[in-house]
């Protein structure tokens, strides 16, 4: 629900460097667009996200 809330918002989008051009070992490339990254947050272990 947090994830959909995320992206549903439109307010809050991942950055173009954090988009997934490659991934290694896999034959056929996905066709849709992918997202990997941190969230910024205070503490020093920031949340990844896929």
């Not at 959909?4 to 991934?23: C, H, M, N, Q, V």
């Not at 941190?38 to 896929?50: E, L, M």
């Amino acid at each position: 629900m947090f994830v959909y809330f995320l992206f549903s918002s439109g307010t809050i989008g991942a950055p173009e460097t954090d988009t997934i051009k490659f991934l290694p070992g896999l034959q056929k490339q996905p066709n849709f667009k992918q997202y990997s990254g941190y969230f910024n947050v205070a503490d020093n272990k920031p949340p990844h996200y896929w």
